[in-house]
């Protein structure tokens, strides 16, 4: 078994930088829901994509939501996990959504249509790694190139 | 692009019980947090270890929870996930620990004292997966062998 050790602020955003799926958790009516999603960094946000009547088109306006990255290599019993949370904001100014779309478009890999932009600026990032002598970036099987 | 499609609730099941690690929703006063745990499924419960005073011991006790498992297959932008909610409770019966790790002791990767045995008795197991053609299980890089 390894030890578990916090990573840097630096670290965490890096990794949630370099991601394209995470999960976002939001509070419901009926308890705490997790959904999976395709993600961008713009800024300091973290921006997904979602139609106005899922789960989070109905609970995230917002809210303040939890979002996570994480990287498993099984075989080692290793990994890391990055959680960054804040109030979640509907980008409906065109100027803002141009920005988005210029820094990166959030491409979901699901069909459909997904015409609500939701951006949640981490005001809390924080993560943890087990074990040392690793980079946690390498158990990303894809990295995004920015 | 590829279309998302809702999994059966045995394909659920089957995707559920053969993970090792999952994360676990959980509203707090301050909103709501995700944590990353292994887990291992006994009956119908999924059952994780913690420690009283982490925020799944201070917050999870008794509470409903969302707990999430996943598979991506980045090179094909495909995957799956399936997510199990229900409350949760923590097994203090001595009867009922010793089932749990007869069948199977949840072993946390991290080092530390786990004494919190958290079970989650779901009442609602749904799950999606994009494309078709292709074994979610397939996606999982070690499997609990049962």
Redesign the interface.
Known sequence: ????AELSESECEALLRAG??G?V???TP?????V?VNYAVVDSRVVVRTTPYSVLGSNARG??????V?G?D??R???W?V?A?GRSEVLGDAEDLEQVRKVWEPR?????TRSLYVAIAWTTISGRR?GSGWDPVSTL??RRLV
């Open positions: 078994m390894l030890e578990s394209i799926v999960r958790a939001v509070s009926d308890g705490p829901h997790i999976p809210a303040v939501l939890a979002f996570e994480d498993f099984h075989e019993q290793r990994g996990s959680v949370r979901p890999w699901a069909s459909g087990l099987p894809t």
